[in-house]
């Protein structure tokens, strides 16, 4: 069975600061990774996807995250924080036929 | 706009009462999703549909019911509320059944059953 888990429940940054947020995965067959970001009072966006192609995946908003299989992990990362980013972020994995598995969200704050 | 809507935006509940959320997509997707979001859990699939006129079950389908008679509308329907039921939910879709694809959310029902 797929499942996600991300750690940090909350994690806080100054403005200007990299951003990580923490995802590791387990899977028995190759595995499909999404992060998605929800804001204040509002449904999920996706920020990105891997799908079994570049390792490195770029997303919207300068966000990026890295495949790695010998980690088991989909680190997601930004250079630079802005306070636009404080939002609750999602790591997923494809779960059998069609559904994502969601791992419990990481709530990120961003400081002056 | 196109995308997924929902309603009502919040509702409270009276234990016991029979309630239906409601969810409409305009993309032409085959496939919908319901979700529970829960502080600590995440989201949590209920109810699926690949395509109108078929449904499944989630991971926590237990108290609820769907159908999906057409492409556009996904209901949930909560027959006989009870207050674990107390939750955010969200509509989902995609353009397939394949699982790479985005899924698209809807702004979510809070609900509150007392």
């Known amino acids: 069975a797929q499942s996600v888990t991300q750690l940090g429940s909350h994690v806080s940054v100054s403005e200007g600061a990299l951003v990580l947020l923490r995802c590791n995965y387990s899977s028995s067959v190759p595995p499909y990774l999404f992060w998605y970001v929800q804001y204040p009072n509002q449904g999920l966006q996706l920020l990105l996807k891997?799908?079994?192609?570049?390792?490195l995946v770029k997303g919207i908003n300068g966000f990026e995250a890295e495949f790695k299989k010998s980690e088991t992990s989909f680190h997601l990362t930004k250079p630079s924080a802005h306070m636009s980013d404080a939002a609750e972020y999602f790591c997923?994995?494809?779960?059998?036929?069609?559904?994502?598995?969601f791992g419990a969200g990481t709530r990120l704050a961003v400081h002056p | 706009i196109a995308g997924i809507t929902q309603a009502p935006t919040s509702q409270i509940l009276a234990a016991g009462r029979r309630m239906t959320l409601r969810c409409t997509q305009d993309?032409?997707?085959?496939?919908m999703y319901w979700y529970r979001q829960d502080l600590g859990l995440g989201l949590r699939l209920i109810h699926y549909s690949n395509t109108a006129g078929t449904t499944g079950k989630g991971e926590v389908p237990d108290g609820y019911s769907v159908s999906r008679a057409n492409t556009d509308d996904f209901p949930l329907t909560l027959a006989s509320a009870v207050p674990s039921q107390t939750s955010v939910y969200f509509c989902?879709?995609?353009?397939?059944?394949?699982?790479?694809?985005?899924?698209?959310f809807g702004p979510g029902t809070r609900l509150t059953v007392l």
């Open positions: 997923a994995v494809k779960g059998g036929y069609n559904k994502l598995i």
């Open positions: 993309m032409r997707h085959n496939a």
């Open positions: 989902a879709s995609s353009d397939s059944i394949f699982g790479t694809d985005t899924q698209y």
């Open positions: 891997y799908t079994s192609a570049a390792t």
